[in-house]
């Protein structure tokens, strides 16, 4: 007596691993934009920002033109962000190195603020240079909207207020200040002096470190004056 037939056909469902079509990762909101400031940062930088087009900024952060509309209506607007985005990294060193000393010690604080601010100006010299000098916008209110000068006005307040040094006007105080470290900085890059830690970014420091403590030092010479 012959037993049941043997089924020869492969069963598909149980022998064979079908395999299963990948899915496409998306990536979350802030990544999308964060990719397309990071792309186009490194275009601009290399191309320039008039010959950058946003057909480009898109393929460099991998994603579809109309995806950069949903972040940035312009190729200005992104222009701007990257912009807050160098003044909020730049403010975000300089305060981690202030706050390696203590809160009391505001010489100690301001002499970590100018080197910083020194070190991270000429370490970034050329994303500051094509996010701010290619593109100036007509509101130039410095002293008002400048993240960095607001953060040394608040210094210059506290040492004020603690008698370490006498300060009229703090407001326009930190704007000479943050134009003497500006300028520092410049000449350094005209000079051919801007690459790299070593002994001439701390000549620079010193230099600067000297004058603003000379700034900031009580005015005897009013003090003899209304004594004579």
């Given at each position: 007596?012959?037993?049941?037939?043997?089924?020869?056909?492969?069963?598909?469902?149980?022998?064979?691993?079908?395999?299963?079509?990948?899915?496409?990762?998306?990536?979350?909101?802030?990544?999308?934009?964060?990719?397309?400031?990071?792309?186009?940062?490194?275009?601009?930088?290399?191309?320039?920002?008039?010959?950058?087009?946003?057909?480009?900024?898109?393929?460099?952060?991998?994603?579809a033109k109309g995806t950069f509309y949903l972040y940035f209506p312009s190729k200005e607007a992104l222009l701007?962000?990257?912009?807050?985005?160098?003044?909020?990294?730049?403010?975000?060193?300089?305060?981690?190195?202030?706050?390696?000393?203590r809160p009391d010690n505001h010489r100690a604080r301001l002499r970590?603020?100018?080197?910083?601010?020194?070190?991270?100006?000429?370490?970034?010299?050329?994303?500051?240079?094509?996010?701010?000098?290619?593109?100036?916008?007509?509101?130039?209110?410095?002293?008002?909207?400048?993240?960095?000068?607001?953060?040394?006005?608040?210094?210059?307040?506290?040492?004020?207020?603690?008698?370490?040094?006498?300060?009229?006007?703090?407001?326009?105080?930190?704007?000479?200040?943050?134009?003497?470290?500006?300028?520092?900085?410049?000449?350094?890059?005209?000079?051919?002096?801007?690459?790299?830690?070593?002994?001439?970014?701390?000549?620079?420091?010193?230099?600067?470190?000297?004058?603003?403590?000379?700034?900031?030092?009580?005015?005897?010479?009013?003090?003899?004056?209304?004594?004579?």
């Open positions: 007596m012959s037993g049941p037939p043997t089924n020869t056909t492969p069963n598909t469902t149980a022998d064979t691993a079908v395999p299963e079509t990948p899915r496409r990762r998306t990536k979350a909101p802030e990544t999308r934009a964060a990719a397309l400031m990071d792309a186009a940062e490194r275009l601009f930088i290399e191309k320039g920002i008039a010959t950058t087009s946003i057909d480009d900024i898109a393929a460099g952060a991998q994603v701007g962000a990257l912009q807050q985005r160098f003044v909020d990294t730049f403010c975000e060193r300089l305060q981690a190195a202030m706050d390696r000393h970590a603020w100018v080197e910083t601010g020194l070190e991270t100006y000429l370490d970034n010299i050329a994303l500051h240079d094509v996010v701010f000098h290619e593109y100036r916008p007509e509101d130039r209110r410095m002293r008002n909207d400048n993240a960095v000068i607001t953060q040394l006005v608040g210094l210059l307040k506290r040492g004020d207020a603690a008698g370490v040094w006498e300060v009229e006007d703090p407001a326009l105080t930190a704007v000479i200040l943050f134009n003497a470290l500006h300028g520092v900085a410049d000449d350094a890059v005209a000079m051919g002096q801007a690459a790299g830690p070593g002994p001439e970014r701390r000549r620079r420091a010193r230099a600067l470190n000297r004058f603003f403590e000379h700034a900031l030092r009580p005015d005897d010479d009013e003090d003899d004056a209304a004594a004579g």
